[in-house]
């Protein structure tokens, strides 16, 4: 099979690989569609020591089952995979197991390829009406449910009549606003230094777009939910600088550091500042019927690309050249 394997920071390399093959419990994907995620990028930069090259990454992917009594059913795939049997997956907090693997994480490979295997336990099958590469968006959505549906329990007060802001217009940013919207949130801010993007998040509609660079957005003290989708120090002292009194951050980003917290305002003022990881199987599982359902609108913010061409998809993002939120690949 042809895939795009990480070989070294700043190097892709589209070639043949070995086909996996089905194993119990695990069944083969051929995959029709995956997105390039941030966490892709950090490895592409040789920043993340977790996927050491050589690697096939791509995590974000749709499909159909390749073989067995369930070929041919058109499926997405939760890359989240844990032991069953996990004190923390028992409880439905799959997400913070110390036994968790990834696609894209050894011991296994990603799906920047014609296949990948995944245990049958993570495919969720979906309809004929979803195209599929709206279904790849799944996982990326279900990070953003994540951390809104968690941020939202721990206001004060109910999420319509919430000012919620969002720092950050990539994928989970958008994604993250998306979420707030279809929870009906009374204002939705969303800051995004990047022009192009900025123009992206503009048609989506319905959101207040700001540039954090132009001395726009929330003022001092006014924003009752803020999702750092960035996680820089910049980010972080922007949330501590708007949040209200009594407010909740939710800080999805990992880039390293705490710098920018203000943490005597945090005290002083009982801000909540929980962090946000991944997702549990309900929200996988509600974002993926939310997008069977179209409740998140169109979705016109992404960008389609041949998997031959992704070596140059990762450059152009490193360049900032990308209007999209979301770069997905076609083998």
């Known amino acids: 099979m042809k895939a795009l394997v990480y070989t070294g920071p700043h190097t892709l390399d589209y070639r043949d690989e070995p086909q996996p093959g089905p194993t119990d419990g695990e069944a083969i994907v051929k995959v029709e569609a995956v997105g390039i995620c941030g966490s892709d990028m950090h490895a592409y930069h040789g920043h993340d020591a977790r996927r050491p090259a050589p690697l096939i990454l791509g995590h974000e992917a749709a499909g159909t089952i390749a073989h067995g009594p369930r070929a041919g059913m058109r499926v997405t795939i939760n890359p989240l995979v844990v032991d069953p049997l996990c004190p923390f997956a028992v409880e439905g907090r799959a997400h913070l197991s110390p036994t968790r693997q990834i696609l894209s994480m050894p011991p296994r490979q990603g799906a920047f390829a014609g296949y990948v295997r ?3 336990r993570n495919l969720h099958v979906i309809g004929d009406d979803l ?8 996982e ?3 990070v953003s449910w994540h951390a809104v549906r968690i941020g939202a329990e721990r206001l004060a007060r109910p999420i319509a009549t919430a000012r919620v802001a969002v720092l950050g217009g990539g994928a989970i940013g958008l994604a993250a606003a998306l979420v707030a919207r279809l929870f009906a949130a009374a204002e939705i801010s969303v800051g995004e230094t990047n022009a192009l993007r900025r123009r992206t ?3 989506v509609g319905g959101l207040k777009v700001y540039d954090p660079g132009g001395g726009d957005g929330p003022e001092p003290d006014s924003v009752d939910l803020v999702v750092d989708a960035v996680g820089a120090g910049a980010t972080r002292a922007a ?6 009194p009594g407010g909740v951050i939710v800080h999805i980003g990992l880039l390293p550091g705490s710098d920018g917290l203000d943490i005597r305002k945090l005290t002083l003022q009982e801000v909540t500042l929980t962090g946000s990881y991944c997702y549990t199987p309900q929200d996988f599982a509600d974002t993926v019927a939310a997008l069977e359902r179209r409740r998140f609108g169109a979705i016109g913010w992404t960008e389609r690309r041949s998997l031959s061409e ?3 998809a990762f450059a152009d993002i490193d360049a900032g050249t990308v209007p999209a939120a979301k770069i997905v690949l076609l083998p």
């Open 118 to 120: 995944v245990p049958e």
């Open 131 to 138: 195209p599929i590469e709206e279904a790849a968006l799944a």
């Open 140 to 142: 990326p959505i279900a």
């Open 201 to 203: 998040l503009e048609d």
């Open 239 to 244: 949330a501590s600088r708007m949040v209200r």
């Open 310 to 312: 992704g070596a140059r």
